[in-house]
Nanobody, 119 residues
Framework: QVQLAESGGGLVQAGGSLRLSCAAS????????MGWFRQAPGKERDVVAR????????YYGDSVKGRFTITRDNAKNTVFLQMNSLKPEDTAIYYC????????????WGKGTQVTVSS
C-alpha cells in the first residue's frame, strides 16, 4: 500500500500560480502510476492530470492543458502539479491518487488540499 499527503494549496488571485506536492510513503512509489483530481462544490470529481510510473507519459484534462504540468521525483517519492494562469473555475479540492496499473482504478487517495482562485 501507499499513503499520500497533499500540500501546497491556498488562496491565489486569477492569473497566479501554485505548486501542489503529493508525498507518498513506502518504498515502491516508483511502481505506481499517479494522478491529480479535483472536486468543486456540487460537482463530480474530475481528472486533472495523470503520469506514468516512469514519468515518461502524461495526460491532461482539456480544461488545464497548456496551464498545468504534472511531474514526479521517484527518488523523493513525490509527485507535483504546477498550476499556472489560474482561473476562478480552478477552485476546488485537489486530490492526489495512485494506482498500480493503467488497467485498474486509482486505489489510493490523499485527503486533499484546497485551492481557491479569486477573481
Amino acid at each position: 500500500q501507499v499513503q499520500l499527503a497533499e500540500s501546497g494549496g491556498g488562496l491565489v488571485q486569477a492569473g497566479g500560480s501554485l505548486r501542489l506536492s503529493c508525498a507518498a510513503s513506502g518504498r515502491t512509489f516508483s511502481s505506481y502510476h499517479m494522478g491529480w483530481f479535483r472536486q468543486a462544490p456540487g460537482k463530480e470529481r474530475d481528472v486533472v492530470a495523470r503520469i506514468s510510473s516512469s514519468g515518461l507519459t502524461t495526460y491532461y484534462g482539456d480544461s488545464v492543458k497548456g496551464r498545468f504540468t504534472i511531474t514526479r521525483d521517484n527518488a523523493k517519492n513525490t509527485v507535483f502539479l504546477q498550476m499556472n494562469s489560474l482561473k476562478p473555475e480552478d477552485t476546488a479540492i485537489y486530490y492526489c491518487a495512485a494506482r498500480q496499473s493503467f488497467l485498474t482504478q486509482f486505489d489510493f487517495w490523499g485527503k486533499g488540499t484546497q485551492v481557491t482562485v479569486s477573481s
